[in-house]
């Protein structure tokens, strides 16, 4: 199947400091990629849709300026949680669709752990 | 999109099928069945998707009752491997829509040795 890969895997990082994670698709173009977050024991939560060229679509109760989203180019899209606080210590997990001849699954990444500090 | 229902956890003996059940008794015409897997600390992984057909690849089998109202994905020879948490999840077709997966509870299944 497709290969998308984020990176990094894992972030450690001090309150109050910007972290960066990046999504990328490898072996095909990504107009959409969606970008996920999940607490232990819980589900994955959609936190917002990436565009390539255009805003991000943020989901109810995602704060649009603290978890800021570029979608630069067709296979990279980018996460940058911003003043990281505690509290945003999570999995987070991007996607991309592949236009199959049928349905165009999604496919994951292999998701980024951020432990803030 | 159409609610899912599935058991929290199952068990399930090594070599032996897992069979993993699924409710979507509101399941509309178009939408599909989808079933991921998620692997502890892992992005999810697509298996097997299907409209009305039972469906069958490498990974898995995946049977649709012909009311569309449940759904059971079949892992024929579970490996310790196979241990995760299983969605099922109920959706249109996502070509050509910006629309995404919605992520239930799941299923935990444990292979056991």
Redesign the interface.
Known sequence: ?AV?S?HPSWVICKSGTSVKIECRSLDFQAT?M?W?RQFPKQ????MA?S?EGSKATYEQGVEKDKFLINHASLTLSTLTVTSAHPEDSS?Y?C?A?V??A??????????S?LTVL | DAKTTQPPSMDCAEGRAANLPCNHSTISGNEYVYWYRQIHSQGPQYIIHGLKNNETNEMASLIITEDRKSSTLILPHATLRDTAVYYCIVHRSLRGSARQLTFGSGTQLTVLP
């Open positions: 199947g998308v984020q959409t969606f996920y589900s994955l939560m959609l849709t565009n999995f997990i996607s669709r236009w199959q049928n349905t165009g699954e999604l496919f994951f990444g292999e998701g752990r």
